[in-house]
């Protein structure tokens, strides 16, 4: 489900997948186009992605140019949205490289259609630049490996996730993060986020 939302000003936002919030010169340049055929202005958002505002007419002209340059509507509602990285291996303080392996994460996950909402971030390092625990799945880089953490969410009631592994390995994260769908999924009911499975449910079913 594209992330294509009504404002309250008459326009409509329309949200670039930007993974991990990283654009080329020449998407950025096209991106700028675009906003400057719709409403004038853009907004970053949380979830490091670009929202260009627009007319409802002008969501098909969005989409079309964004393809030009390798880009396209970032998913909304009850998906995998994209996933948030961090520097990475281009910040000094970096375990691991949290940009990359986010990158990695997203072109896998991002767009999955869930039961709720289901938010991914990748820390390089336990500054925990992209806040992992305010997400449903949040990964923290240490010198052995990923911190893996489960069940947190921002919004009107701030959960934050909880650990269930350690030293897991950049190559392993993509099976990890399937597992933990495959347990959520079948441990969920109706709308449930992983939050709500982990407060009713204990953490332990994700272990
Ligand atoms: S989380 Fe660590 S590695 Fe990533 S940008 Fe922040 S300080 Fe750098």
């Keep these: 489900m594209d992330c294509v939302i009504k404002q309250t000003n008459g326009t409509t936002a329309v949200a670039v997948a930007t993974p991990a919030g990283l654009v080329t010169g020449e998407q950025l340049a096209k991106i700028a186009e675009l906003v400057k055929q719709g409403a004038g202005l853009a907004k970053f958002t949380t979830g490091q992605r670009i929202v260009i505002l627009t007319g409802a007419d002008q969501v098909q002209a969005v989409r079309d140019g964004l ?4 880009l396209s509507i970032g998913p909304g ?29 997203d072109k896998i996950f991002a767009g999955r259609s869930m039961p709720a909402t289901l938010k991914i971030a990748v820390s390089g390092c336990p500054r925990n630049c992209m806040e992992s625990q305010s997400n449903d799945i949040g990964f923290v880089g240490t010198p052995s490996g990923y911190k893996v953490y489960v069940g947190g969410r921002g919004g009107r009631k701030q959960v934050l996730g909880q650990l269930i592994r350690e030293g897991v390995k950049p190559e392993d994260l993509p099976a990890l993060v399937e597992e933990i769908i495959a347990k959520y999924l079948s441990a969920t009911k109706g709308k449930e986020r992983i939050s709500h499975v982990v407060e009713k449910q204990g953490v332990e079913i994700f272990k």
């Design 77 to 105: 509602g009850k998906t995998i949205r994209n996933v948030k990285g961090c520097a990475g291996s281009l910040c000094r303080y970096s375990a691991q490289d949290g940009l990359q392996d986010a990158l990695a994460l």
């Design 67 to 70: 393809a030009e340059v390798g």
